[in-house]
């Protein structure tokens, strides 16, 4: 088992930062891949970015892409995603993910068994 505590979330004018945290718990050395994920009103959850918890290998949606940072601190167990250069169309609940079973970094939400609970993220125009 895998325990996730995501935070950092909140309210931000357009063009501004925040930086999420999630913090890993339980049997965090099984770990090979930890992402973010976000789901907007109405709209399905989707990636935006991980990590391959043991080489360090990143990968981001298109849409985030030169604005957004995801990096882990092994040592803390911790995964964090800066968001730089925010957008209103960033506005969503973001999610923390774990996966144990698959190896590498994921776009599916399906491919990952433990899930934070979410933290809220609102950009405003």
């Known amino acids: 088992q895998v325990q996730l505590v995501d935070s950092g979330g909140g309210l931000v004018q357009a063009g501004g930062s925040l930086r999420l945290s999630c913090l890993a718990s339980?049997?965090?050395?099984?770990?090979?891949?930890m992402s973010w994920f976000r789901q907007a009103p109405g709209k399905d959850r989707e990636f935006v970015a991980g990590?391959?918890?043991?080489?360090?290998?990143?990968f981001y949606a298109d849409s985030v892409k030169g604005r957004f940072t995801i990096s882990r601190d092994k040592a803390k167990n911790t995964v964090y995603l800066q968001m730089n250069s925010l957008k209103p169309e960033d506005t969503a609940v973001y999610y923390c993910?774990?996966?144990?079973?698959?190896?590498?970094?994921?776009?599916?939400?399906?491919?990952?068994?433990?899930w934070g609970q979410g933290t809220q993220v609102v950009v405003s125009s």
């Open positions: 993910a774990a996966t144990v079973t698959y190896g590498g970094v994921r776009a599916y939400t399906g491919n990952y068994e433990y």
């Open positions: 990590v391959d918890w043991r080489g360090g290998s990143t």
């Open positions: 339980g049997r965090t050395f099984s770990t090979y891949a």
